[in-house]
């Protein structure tokens, strides 16, 4: 088979694999933000939509309540103001969907796959380090990469179509000849703008470091040595609430501010345009965990999870090796880059779901009075270390090496420890206070004082 | 200091309580730190609804409302016991034979100040014990969307006739027609104990014990 055929079609299920997650999330996040924000609230949330199979309903858990939604959002009246421009009212929810989708066009959620050698053995194992050897002639297979779009400025591309989402929003504020709308669209246009600039240089921190502007060589960069949250904490932190802001969520979610101008750029929306801003807002969402994944949280490398297989190592110390498939290690990227991906995403709604919103002149001041002279300093700070650095002894080098490999151990053990206790919580059952007695708990009373309180 | 604004009210002799301004500590104002102290109390609340969720160990919404954890009610398949006075759609009490108690006098229907009760009165058929001594309803409406829970009907009954302990709250139907209730289905309302009858005896004319039978048959 001609190479550029396998490129073509690897592209086209790339494109089936990143959009269907994308899709798929986006329903799903309506879904996890629901009944994760019931569950904060001390609410049930979302269950009673259900499908009648002869007696039987099934509700699936209130995974329905996006589909039944979505079903009313196509049958809804699709409402035009009369005075509004009726091509730019149709245009803005088509581009506050798309441009964070195309955004996922450069974000690797694998390795390079070498075809040629899986060809030649399916489960061949490939070597650590270098890439797979190019396409030398007409029969040999190419090397897949992890991203659909293989362009060596992918975050530069990142940061072009960020810019995009403001457009959506501004257009669709200006077009609906509401004021209130308006409101909203020019909120929305000098908060997205001001989070960009705060967003921007919270990044070059992390360029500095990785020496790359590709986000699969950032990637295999921190798999290499550790993951960029480590390695940038005061760079994550910024990117993290910058790009918070940038999706427009609580508490940077005063464009849609709904207590005061009801409900911004969206007043005007109704029926399935209105659910398209619905979805690009939360398709932003996803987006932004996979950019927060992909800088900081080692995009699709689990920590000492290698091409070659599994190497246990500290420093210059290998403690244990077991090589593994090439196709079982992409598999696994693949799992744990969107597995990391939905982690960030449920983290995401619950800074939503606790944090209060700010006022405007609050925003602003946050914008460009604190975090914009934080990324300054952090690209400072991260310039001295790196020459520090590179002038420093052999020794010292081996030791931050060390370190490195320290935190993969940390993230490693963390992650084990999460899984076990979410385990051993599962199975003791639970205890439920009375308001009675969860006042004396709180005041920790003697248990004599417990024993007193009215039996329920 | 600038002169008052209205009238001549003397604002320096009001009393104000000055409110101090709030104070920040350095944690406060960083942010960061109170974001983390929020997000453990939702993460608290978060992992122990969902697992008693998940485990379905869920305190009872309705005899332990306020415990911590979910106390919702699932409204249809749950609810809350109204209190034993609450007034709610009426029933009429029905005698052990399964006849209404009611006697037609219309005391109710007089006294209802929303004039909702309709009755049609009715001679018992010839030779029926109770016949020359009391009537019956023919037809016993209530329009339950007239009707303002007042309760005066009940206290006008002079026959127990006429209830409102279902403990049920009137229902919404599709039409009006639906809101009329007609005697059957008054009478097929039981009580919140399930009892279609009342608890103080009646004594029927055939009875013995009945006063009107004695005052007829009596010497005079």
């Given at each position: 088979m001609r190479p550029e055929l396998v490129t073509l079609i690897a592209a086209i299920v790339k494109i089936a694999i990143i959009l269907g997650f994308v899709m798929t999330m986006a329903a799903v996040l309506v879904w996890m933000e629901r009944r994760q924000s019931a569950m904060i609230q001390d609410r049930i949330g979302p269950h009673r939509a259900d499908i009648k199979i002869g007696n039987k309903r099934f509700t699936l858990i209130g995974l329905l309540h996006p589909i039944a939604d979505a079903m009313k959002s196509f049958f809804k009246e699709d409402f035009i103001p009369p005075k509004a421009d009726k091509l730019l009212h149709s245009l803005a929810p088509i581009l506050s969907m798309a441009a964070p989708i195309m955004l996922m066009g450069v974000v690797p959620f694998m390795d390079t796959l070498c075809l040629q050698s899986v060809r030649q053995n399916l489960w061949a194992e490939v070597p650590r380090f270098g890439t797979c050897a190019a396409?030398?002639?007409?029969?040999t297979l190419p090397p897949i990469s992890g991203q659909i779009v293989d362009i060596n400025v992918g975050i530069l591309y990142i940061f072009g179509l960020a810019g995009m989402g403001i457009v959506g929003a501004t257009i669709a504020g200006w077009s609906s000849d509401n004021k209130f709308s308006l409101l909203g669209g020019l909120r929305a246009a000098s908060q997205l703008v001001s989070y960009e600039v705060a967003m921007g240089l919270s990044i070059v921190g992390c360029m500095m470091v990785y020496g790359t502007l590709r986000l699969d060589e950032m990637a295999r960069w921190q798999g290499e040595n550790t993951w960029g949250i480590f390695v940038q904490p005061f760079g994550f932190l910024l990117f993290l609430t910058a790009a918070i802001a940038e999706t427009k969520r609580t508490p940077f979610d005063l464009p849609e501010g709904e207590s005061e101008i009801?409900?911004?750029?969206?007043?005007e929306y109704s029926g399935m345009k209105f659910a398209m801003f619905y979805t690009g807002e939360y398709i932003e969402l996803v987006v932004s965990s996979t950019l927060v994944v992909a800088l900081y949280l080692g995009g699709f490398h689990v920590p000492f999870l290698h091409r070659d297989g599994i190497t246990l190592a500290m420093g210059d110390a290998m403690l244990w090796h077991k090589g593994l498939p090439h196709l079982v290690v992409i598999a696994l990227q693949v799992l744990i880059f969107f597995g990391k991906v939905t982690f960030i995403c449920w983290a995401q709604i619950f800074i939503r779901w606790t944090v209060p919103r700010f006022r405007y002149d609050q925003l602003m001041k946050l914008g460009w009075r604190m975090l914009l002279p934080a990324s300054l300093v952090n690209i400072f700070l991260t310039g001295i270390a790196l020459i520090a650095f590179d002038r420093s002894g052999l020794a010292t080098q081996d030791t931050f090496r060390t370190l490195g490999d320290g935190f993969n151990w940390l993230v490693l053990i963390a992650s084990v420890v999460f899984v076990l206790w979410i385990a051993f919580g599962m199975v003791t059952p639970s205890k439920f206070l009375s308001r009675r007695e969860e006042q004396l708990a709180r005041r920790s009373l003697p248990a004599k004082a417990k024993a007193e309180a009215p039996a329920h | 200091m600038a002169q008052p604004l209205v009238g001549k009210i003397q604002y320096d002799r009001v009393k104000g309580k000055t409110v101090p301004r709030p104070t920040h500590t350095a944690s406060e104002q960083a942010y960061f730190v109170e974001v983390v102290k929020g997000l453990g109390l939702t993460m608290r609340h978060f992992f122990k609804n969902t697992k008693s969720m998940l485990r379905g160990e869920r305190p009872d919404a309705v005899k332990d409302p306020l415990s911590e954890g979910i106390t919702t009610l699932a409204y249809p398949e749950q609810k809350k016991v109204y209190p034993k006075r609450f007034r709610g759609i009426h029933r009429l009490t029905l005698r052990s034979d399964g006849s209404?108690?009611?006697?037609?006098?219309?005391c109710c229907s007089t006294a209802c100040p929303a004039q909702c009760i309709y009755i049609e009165a009715g001679e018992y058929p010839e030779g029926d014990a109770r016949r020359g001594y009391e009537r019956y309803p023919v037809k016993f409406v209530i329009d339950e969307l007239r009707c303002i829970f007042c309760g005066y009907c009940v206290e006008a009954c002079p026959c127990d006739a006429i209830r409102m302990d279902t403990g049920r709250h009137p229902v919404p139907y599709d039409s009006r027609e639906q809101f009329i209730y007609g005697k059957d289905m008054l009478m097929s309302l039981t009580s919140?104990?399930?009892?279609?009858?009342?608890?103080n005896p009646r004594h029927e004319?055939?009875?013995?014990?009945h006063p009107g039978i004695d005052r007829l048959k009596g010497a005079h």
């Open positions: 396409a030398s002639t007409a029969t009801v409900a911004g750029y969206l007043v | 209404p108690r009611c006697v037609a006098c219309l919140v104990e399930g009892k279609q009858v009342a608890e004319p055939p009875d013995p014990t």
